[in-house]
């Protein structure tokens, strides 16, 4: 057990959550960085050196404060923005390099939903032209049996196939998003990048869309990158949680573990930021109210990220860049004041910092 | 100031706007009390007709086509509704005042911060410039910006959103209001800023006694910030009791379902219960019961007939024919 561990810490991979099952999509060393005009050389560092494998049938939820990233992850992954360097393997091909015109091929098996229904569905179009198009571009189907899956496609979102002709104006928020699964699943994907796809929803209408979308990747067994600043949302789709800070991944495990024993410290904030639907539980528990704004992504900090905002913040942290680490089994952290010995940092004696060996040697 | 310690009493407030699709009565007769240093809490959806009441009580329904066609809004004994222009004037944004959902739309981009803050209390404290410039400062202090008589001089745009969502409240608070309406304050901001106002807004209620009006759609933030809640659903109240209560035993079929509808982090995953059909059109309401479409209790009486606003206890109330009912059942639900 322990020299496995070590093997993993050594290569910085987070492990399958089943043991042997080979990842649908292996993220390595993923960054997308983008050059400001103007003075000077400097550059957004959106997303910064992401590596993880997300796994056949899983949702894997990705966390994170505005401008940390997770967005541009998710579209860099399907080349809808170009990446900087790293790789995105996929049926053993390299996203990341492939040509536009091969990278086009490979959409039909990677789709995504927006944030926004009403500005990612053509006003000018009928719901029947926006959801058989991409039959159309992948020449999956014409004319009569065209017709019927866009029909059949409706009907497996939950609208009346009598909408086909209509355009999206006459829709609701939720009934759009609807459309937008529908067209996302009318060429067969194994994979969704699902962005923020219930922000903009009400409240009954967010758990009808979540619903819908989990009854669909068991009926279809998709994979979902399912990506959100909703905690709640998150953990009720999620198989596994990534939680992102400042173009970096900083805490990965399963949903609920994520929850019950977070162990990075921005992670402990965040989850107990959320607010609880219960007046009992809110009276009694202790919040971490983080100080300050997230820093900027151009020229972020050194060292670790989080460590103008950190209560535990010690010298050595402004300097080392904490790798992603197994500190429990499957439970991947980035701090230098934890390790796989001393993963609680409340009972780390104060100025030490456990994990700094390991970063260090990560490092060489 | 009144004995009985009631700051704001709405009774029987519509406001209705006339739209292409006809009348739509945004707010359709809704009555509540506040009293002075509580936190009611006013929950729904969009088009419930919340953020129409808030506009309401401060006289700022845009007219056309908008107006309030009846009720009565007395503000510490008397009825806002029925002053004239002048003298709302000096109650809006003196006694009570106001925070938005986003605070870059409600800031003046061309203006200083420290002149839109000078301007409230020039206007209604009769400051003199350099006693209105120091106010302006003390005020961004209490609110946590750092380096505050720098900042002053900064424009809105170099303000981050939870900082400019903290000059809003110094705006705000800044002449001491009785009231404070704050319209969805946290929506537009991450949640660990989130946590960062409610505390302030939290702290500085408790400092100066204010009563708040917190208008929002998220039943976590109402859960640790309220007394009493009102859920409101096509311009009705639906349900009304203090806080806790609500949470512990719903008594309406629209609450029940919006208390499931929300994950809760700490229980296991499922099936999320969800509430079928769409929000209510509500210039095209049915007969009967707004939610009986949507319901899945209701039988025929709610497609016919307008449901009662039944009193379950003393001060819990909701607008349903089977109000009883269900709350038997949340009752029955809760004792395990």
């Known amino acids: ?364 | 100031m009144n004995t009985n310690g009631t700051l704001l009493e709405v009774k029987d407030l519509r406001t209705y706007f006339n739209t292409e699709d006809g009348e739509v009565k945004a707010v359709d007769g809704i009555s509540f009390q506040l009293k002075r240093g509580e936190t009611l809490g006013i929950v729904g959806e969009s088009g419930s007709g919340k953020s129409v009441t808030n506009l309401s009580l401060i006289r700022l329904i845009p007219n056309p086509p908008g107006r309030i066609v009846s009720g009565e809004v007395l503000f510490d004994g008397v009825d806002i509704l029925a002053l004239k222009e002048d003298d709302v004037r000096k109650i809006r944004g003196r006694r009570i005042a106001m925070i938005f959902q986003d605070p870059m739309t409600s800031l003046n981009p061309f203006m200083k911060i420290s002149r839109q803050l000078m301007e409230i209390t020039q206007l209604h404290l009769g400051h003199t410039r350099h006693q209105a410039y120091d106010h302006a400062i003390k005020m961004l202090e209490t609110v946590g910006i750092p380096d505050a008589s720098t900042r002053a001089n900064n424009y809105p745009h170099e303000f981050s959103g939870g900082m400019r969502q903290r000059v809003m409240i110094a705006m705000a608070l800044s002449c001491e209001p009785e009231l404070l309406i704050a319209d969805e304050p946290t929506t537009a901001l991450d949640v660990t800023i989130q946590a960062q106002i409610l505390e302030l807004i939290k702290t500085l209620k408790q400092a100066t006694g204010s009563s708040v009006i917190l208008i929002t759609h998220d039943l976590g933030v109402v859960a640790g910030m309220t007394d009493h809640l009102l859920v409101m659903y096509a311009g009705k109240i639906f349900e009304q009791a203090s806080t806790a209560e609500l949470f512990a035993f719903p008594g309406n079929p629209y609450t029940r379902g919006l208390l499931h509808s929300v994950p809760d982090p700490l229980a296991e995953q499922g099936e999320l219960y969800q509430i079928p059909g769409l929000p209510p059109d509500v210039a095209h309401l049915p007969p009967g019961c707004p939610f009986a479409p949507r319901c899945q209790r209701a039988e025929e009486i709610c497609k016919r007939e307008f449901p009662p606003f039944v009193q379950l206890t003393a001060d819990h109330h909701s607008l349903c024919h089977f109000a009883g009912e269900v709350y038997e059942e949340s009752k029955a639900e809760a004792r395990p």
């Open chain 1, 1 to 364: 057990m322990s020299t496995e561990q070590t093997e993993l810490n050594a290569s910085n991979r987070v492990a399958p959550p089943l043991a042997g099952a080979e990842p649908l999509l292996a993220i390595q060393d993923l960054k997308v960085h983008f050059d400001l005009a103007g003075r000077g050389n400097r550059v957004v560092k959106a997303v910064d050196g992401v590596t993880i494998d997300i796994y056949p049938g899983e949702t894997l939820g990705l966390v994170g404060e505005s401008g940390c990233g997770k967005s541009t992850l998710g579209r860099a992954i399907l080349r809808l923005t170009e990446p900087t360097s790293g790789q995105v393997l996929y049926r053993n091909r390299d996203l990341a390099h492939l040509s536009r015109r091969e990278m086009r091929e490979h959409r039909r098996h990677l789709q995504i939903i927006f944030q926004d229904p009403y500005a990612s569905l053509n006003p000018r179009m009928s719901v029947g032209q926006i959801v058989g198009e991409p039959l159309e571009t992948f020449k999956l189907a014409r004319g009569r049996e065209a017709d019927e899956r866009v029909q059949e496609l409706l009907e497996t979102v939950g609208l009346s196939k009598r909408f086909i002709k209509r355009y999206p104006h006459e829709f609701s928020g939720g009934q759009r998003q609807r459309i937008g699964i529908a067209r996302a699943l009318a060429v067969d994907p194994d994979f969704i990048v699902a962005d923020e796809p219930i922000s903009a929803l009400d409240v009954s209408i967010q758990a009808q869309i979540m619903n819908l979308l989990e009854k669909l990747q068991r009926e279809k067994h998709l994979t979902y990158l399912f990506i959100s600043h909703d905690l709640r949302a998150i953990r009720h789709v999620s198989d596994r949680v990534a939680v992102m800070y400042l173009g970096k991944l900083v805490e990965v495990a399963d949903a609920k573990t994520i929850y019950a024993d977070p162990l990075m410290p921005y992670t402990k904030a965040l989850i107990s930021a959320v607010p609880v639907p219960d007046p009992k539980v809110e009276a009694t528990r202790q919040r971490i109210v983080l100080e300050g704004d997230v820093p900027s992504p151009i020229n972020p900090p050194q060292g670790c990220r989080f460590h103008t905002r950190c209560p535990y913040v010690i010298e050595a942290c402004k300097q080392v860049v904490p790798p992603l680490v197994e500190i429990k089994a499957n439970h991947f952290a980035a701090c230098i004041r934890i390790s796989p010995h001393q993963p609680d940092i409340e009972k780390v004696a104060p100025g030490q910092a456990p994990g700094l060996a390991a970063a260090e040697e990560a490092i060489a």
